[in-house]
């Protein structure tokens, strides 16, 4: 196991925890710092995410979003993630990695993500599960035109630094139940602190 991947799999397994105590403690209101979050975006297709474990729950404000919402689908490890139409009465089936998927719908190409995350920092970085399913999901997104990844986790989850390296894709905005944090624009991130 290289240096990073060691720090890498330290990291979750300090944030696992914090994500566990805090999911026990409930979400509070971070679903409406969420909504607030979202308005800015009314119309836009919207990718949220079914939640799995111990992951915060996005799904209140999935449901209240005025336009097209999707969830994420596992074609193969090593691709990008596509996005199959979801809505709150959508029959579901099981997916990847215990996540639940709608039995049909259209792909949608969203505009605005709502990431889930095990580990988040103030730069905007984050530590997901290590497939890198997301990373490749926004370089592809990003490089067709202008998306906004929203990071949704419990403030608990917050690290110093995530440890990071080049092919990681920060986010453009994180929410907890505490409120909404903006990290520095991502062309001001540079190299020291990655890796």
Do not use: N
Request: hydrophobic share 45%; glycine share 10%; net charge neutral.
């Amino acid at each position: 196991m290289t240096d990073l991947a060691a720090r890498k799999a330290s990291a979750r397994k300090t944030a696992f925890a914090a994500r566990k105590s805090a999911f026990a403690a409930g979400q509070g209101e971070a679903c409406d710092h969420l909504l607030a979050a979202l308005m800015r975006f009314s119309g836009a297709p919207l990718a949220g995410y079914l939640p799995i474990r111990t992951e915060i729950d996005p799904r209140p404000a999935m449901a209240a979003h005025r336009g097209t919402v999707g969830v994420p689908v596992i074609a193969d490890a090593g691709q990008p993630l596509t996005f199959r139409a979801w809505t709150p009465e959508a029959p579901l089936i099981p997916g990847p990695f215990g996540a639940f998927v709608p039995e049909t719908g259209a792909e949608i190409t969203p505009r605005v993500l709502i990431v889930p995350l095990v580990a988040f920092d103030r730069r905007g970085y984050r530590l997901g599960y290590g497939g890198g399913f997301y990373d490749r999901t926004l370089e592809r997104l990003r490089a067709a035109g202008p998306v906004t990844a929203i990071g949704f986790a419990f403030a608990a989850q917050e690290l110093d630094a995530v440890p990071v390296e080049p092919t990681d894709q920060p986010l453009d905005l994180i929410v907890t139940e505490t409120g909404p944090i903006l990290p520095p624009p991502r062309d001001s991130l540079r190299d020291p602190g990655r890796g």
